[in-house]
């Protein structure tokens, strides 16, 4: 009989990275039994419950949520996993747990993604070495950090080097940008219009710009429709970036997309006052987009909060295309990060090294 390995996730980036592992383990144990939330995972509860917990404001569904997580941990106890793997999501994934350590269950528990704890709440550390047998993290200075407080960290590489590589059969279009603002509601409403503004700013200035846009909420189509600019929306999103010349969006993993991509791209973060206020006091990083953080300088230009308007994200764009903004020095620092991400077999490395569990 396989082994029971439990996955929990939520929002659309953990299931990506989810359905990522899900597979893995299948290439490595033919039979093993999965189930949880993410990509393809057969549900212990339903995927589309724990999908809204991270899309709507966590005051205005707190009954939800509580609900959801007695479902689901109730679920998790009386499977008994071999392993329980949390990927991601970590407010919902450390309060769950913790609960599980309360009660004292005889699985191990690894994270996969765990927190930033780096940029901001350092004190989660102190929970996920209580909680976690073990973390796998997305780059190596992640796993050099948790190791310093006494977190058995695994670092084998980004799992995005074996989804994204530069295709030479995409035809790049020539002044065609790409407008990636984001697929949460919350980024949508932040970024949307705003890149929509930059885009008809740029227009003014370069009559022969084409825009694409990626918007996954279809609610917010009728924004770019209305705008009299040539604009195309485009569903996935690899295929926009591979098709766009520049890039423009929010600060997220589509930094570490496009630079895979090696795409040069404006990265803007706009927030709410509360936000901004926990950004400014919080956050404890000079960088927001990962390539620049990693690297450890301005690799991609950075308008964040007041500096994010419709008039500097053209005034960056216009200056690339006429071959003024430092290109080359851009394409140069991608190489480096890309160096930083290891190299391909990602996932199957790392389930190899959560093979001490499944034995």
Request: glycine residues 6%.
């Amino acid at each position: 009989m396989g082994k029971k390995v439990a996955i929990i996730t939520g929002e659309r980036s953990g299931s990506f990275y989810a359905g990522l592992l899900k597979d893995a383990l299948i290439r490595r144990f033919p039979s093993v039994d999965i189930r949880g939330t993410g990509e393809g995972i057969p549900p212990l509860v339903e995927m589309e419950d724990v999908a809204v917990v991270g899309v709507l404001s966590a005051v205005a569904v707190l009954l939800k949520v509580l609900r959801l997580f007695e479902r689901l941990k109730h679920a998790i106890v009386e499977w008994k996993p071999d392993l329980l793997v949390f990927v991601d999501f970590p407010d919902f994934n450390l309060f769950l747990g913790r609960s599980l350590l309360r009660q004292k269950v005889g699985f191990p528990m690894v994270y996969f993604i765990p927190p930033t704890v780096w940029a901001w709440r350092h004190y989660r550390v102190n929970t996920i070495r209580r909680i976690c047998h073990a973390v796998f993290t997305l780059f190596e200075f992640e796993a050099e950090y948790y190791r310093r407080y006494g977190v058995d960290a695994v670092w084998e590489g980004h799992p995005l080097v074996d989804v994204l590589k530069p295709s030479s059969t995409v035809e790049v279009g020539d002044k065609v940008i790409g407008l990636l603002p984001g697929s949460r509601r919350k980024e949508l409403e932040n970024h949307l219009s705003l890149l929509l503004d930059a885009a008809e700013t740029l227009y003014d200035a370069c009559s022969e710009c084409r825009f694409l846009v990626s918007v996954v909420d279809k609610s917010y189509r009728a924004l770019v429709e209305k705008r009299n600019i040539p604009i195309e929306i485009v569903d996935d999103s690899y295929k926009l970036m591979r098709m766009s010349q520049l890039l423009v969006g929010a600060s997220g993993t589509v930094t570490v997309e496009a630079a895979i991509l090696h795409k040069p791209m404006v990265v803007v973060y706009r927030s709410s006052f509360i936000d901004k206020f926990i950004f400014d006091y919080f956050v404890h990083t000079k960088f927001i987009a990962m390539p620049n953080i990693v690297v450890g300088r301005r690799i991609y230009p950075e308008l964040i909060q007041d500096d994010a308007t419709a008039e500097n994200i053209s005034k960056v764009l216009l200056s690339w295309l006429n071959k003024r903004g430092g290109i080359n020095g851009i394409r140069a620092g991608l190489k480096e990060f890309n160096r930083s991400l290891g190299s391909e077999g990602v996932m199957d490395r790392i389930v190899s090294r959560m093979q001490r569990w499944l034995h």
